[in-house]
């Protein structure tokens, strides 16, 4: 199986600021990598895929970039909804696998 | 408006069995990848199984769950079905079902659907 690992596992960070996740692939999975928020209580939502693609009507200040095993996601200014858990997850080949997950908190 | 419902969920005892739904609106089951995924309490997404667009049905499991869950469809009722057989307390969670569309992620959820094993 595809293991996972993004980094830090927890990231504190203010309105305004801009925040990376990384996430590491055990073996190359190209770009067939996507990206999901999940809020408490909620459904995650897709906000990238094939690495670097823009889900519709996810803001423009989200973005996504790598491929291989090394990839990261990108927020530009914070916004107060963007606090939440990221998760990536690979569906190069199965079974398909997440990684641990991403809290931005509020510094 | 796309949609997916997931029904069914509840507390068993370990052994048990449970048959969780999926009804989808919008969309063809049929013609759809269409996922289970899971969260445990506090944890983090697992993927469960995919039943594949197409006639044949084609479908892939996780491994924790492989020979004991098995995902269906039914066609005219526009339906998906998780069947949850032996169940384990660490089976005990959030159950989505999700859409991908080709060459992409996991689009659509469904709101998620409780299943607690517990003795």
């Known amino acids: ?107 | 408006e796309v949609q997916l419902v997931e029904s069914g969920g509840g507390l068993v005892q370990p052994g048990e069995s449970l048959r969780l739904s999926c009804s989808a609106s919008g969309f063809t089951v049929a013609n759809s990848n269409v996922n289970w995924v899971r969260q445990a309490p506090g944890k983090g997404l697992e993927w469960v199984a995919i039943l594949h667009a197409g006639s044949n049905g084609y479908t892939d499991y996780g491994e924790s769950v492989k020979g004991r869950f098995t995902v269906s469809r039914d066609i005219p009722k526009n339906t998906l079905y998780l069947q949850l057989n032996r169940l384990r307390t660490d089976d005990t969670g959030v159950y989505y079902c999700a859409r991908r569309v080709p060459f992409s992620g996991m689009d659509v959820w469904g709101q998620g659907i409780t299943v607690t094993v517990s003795s």
């Open chain 1, 1 to 107: 199986d595809i293991q996972l690992t993004q980094s830090p596992s927890t990231l504190s960070a203010s309105v305004g600021d801009t925040v990376s996740i990384a996430c590491r692939a055990s073996h190359s999975i190209g770009n067939w990598l996507a990206w999901y928020q999940q809020k408490p209580g909620k459904a995650p939502k897709l906000l990238m895929y094939k690495a670097s693609s823009l889900e519709a009507e996810v803001p423009l200040r989200f973005s996504g970039s790598g491929s291989g095993t090394e990839f990261s996601l990108t927020v530009s200014s914070l916004q107060a909804e963007d606090f939440a858990t990221y998760y990536c997850q690979q569906y190069n080949s199965y079974p398909w696998t997440f990684g641990q997950g991403t809290k931005v908190e509020i510094k």
